[in-house]
Each structure stands twice: as structure tokens, then as C-alpha cells.
């Protein structure tokens, strides 16, 4: 059954399956990685209680 | 029965040769159907006036190049600009049009999103809002790309 928590226990078992790489589910490039990392560094988290 | 051994040889290889084809077919099937489903259609058409634009947008180039072409010029990261990256509508409504920039990956197939723009074509601006979409950046753009996207891609002012 799809949902944000399945969808969530997956990429976190993608992650620890790849030695923490977190950037390999965006490219297997190591150089597309770290564009992709430093894209994620400058994103701003909100804490929102509503959808 | 030598004949019928060598007829027996012969069926088995017309056999393997139909066999082995189906798969290749598959593939290009499913590539073709990739590109199709990523392209954005419309009718395009050759726009007479000329401009100060870097880009020769009047050589029959797509909504999908020009937005490409739009945002290559632009002062969009240019980190991500340098490698090849594709730009499609994800969103058209309120005079804005939101812009997914991703970068294919191969292994998965699949397009992966690197950034979000907006383009409003009310107030003429190209922002990013890939950081915080409650505080966009304002880009730099290419003024004449931008009416040319807005006229070949049939968005509404």
C-alpha cells in the first residue's frame, strides 16, 4: 500500500543499502551527486502542521 | 533421416532467431515511448520579428528547447547548467507556469528533479524557488526568449 511512511522506510533502506549515499537515488554520477547535494544544502525546512 | 535431422537443426535456429528478436524490440518500444511521453506538443509557429535574443529562437526550435533555452541562459545555478538538463512544465495555471529542471538517470529511467522555477507571465519574471518557494529568487533572463516561450508554448498572459 503506497504511503509517505512506506515511501520513506524504502529510501532509508535505499540509503543504508548504498553506504549512506543518500545522492545515489538522484544519479549513479558522482559529479550529478554533488550538484545534487549542494542543491539539498540550500533548501529551507519548514515544520508545517497542515496540508 | 539425415534430412530430417537437418530440418530438425533448421527449425531449431528460425526458432532462437524469433525468440531472440522479441526482447530488442521491447526495448526500442520502450525508449520511443519515453521520448514521447516527455515531449510537449503544440503547434509551432515561425515568429517574423527579431530581437536582441543571444538564441536564434526563430530557427524551429520547440516549447521544449525554448524553455531549455530560457533557463540555459539565465541566471540559473550555474552549477546545474553545466550538465545536460531538461526543462518541462509541471504546473499551468494563474498565469504562472512551474518548471521542473531535472537530469535523466539512466539506471532508473526516470527524470530527476535538481530544481523549480516559476515563470509569471503577468509580471515577466523567472524565479527559482527551489529554495524556499515562500522567497524566491528572482533570475536574470533572455527578454525575447521569454515572450517566445510564452507565444510558441501557448501559454496566457
Redesign the interface.
Known amino acids: 500500500m503506497p504511503s509517505v511512511s512506506s515511501a520513506m522506510i524504502f529510501k532509508a533502506n535505499y540509503i543504508n543499502g548504498h553506504g549512506g549515499n543518500y545522492a545515489r537515488w538522484f544519479s549513479t554520477d558522482a559529479s550529478k551527486q554533488a550538484i545534487y547535494r549542494q542543491q539539498l544544502s540550500t533548501i529551507t525546512s519548514k515544520i508545517v502542521n497542515k496540508f | 533421416m539425415i534430412d530430417r535431422a537437418f530440418f530438425v537443426a533448421i527449425l531449431f535456429l528460425t526458432a532462437c532467431g524469433q525468440i531472440k528478436s522479441t526482447p530488442e524490440n521491447n526495448t526500442v518500444d520502450t525508449i520511443q515511448d519515453s521520448v514521447k511521453g516527455t515531449v510537449i506538443t503544440n503547434d509551432l509557429k515561425s515568429v517574423p520579428d527579431s530581437g536582441n535574443s543571444k538564441v536564434n529562437v526563430d530557427s524551429g526550435l520547440n516549447c521544449e528547447e525554448l524553455l531549455h533555452s530560457l533557463v540555459n541562459s539565465s541566471s540559473f545555478?550555474p552549477?546545474?547548467k553545466k550538465?545536460k538538463f531538461k526543462v518541462s512544465v509541471d504546473e499551468l495555471s494563474g498565469g504562472v507556469a512551474t518548471l521542473k529542471v531535472s537530469?535523466r538517470?539512466?539506471?532508473r529511467n526516470e527524470d530527476?528533479a535538481?530544481?523549480w522555477l516559476k515563470m509569471d507571465f503577468n509580471k515577466n519574471k523567472l524565479l527559482d524557488v527551489?529554495?524556499?518557494p515562500?522567497?524566491p529568487e528572482e533570475l536574470k533572463y533572455d527578454t525575447m526568449l521569454f515572450k517566445k516561450v510564452i507565444k510558441h508554448c501557448g501559454f496566457k498572459q
Open positions: 545555478n552549477e546545474v550538465f537530469m538517470n539512466a539506471e530527476m535538481i530544481g527551489t529554495s524556499d515562500g522567497q
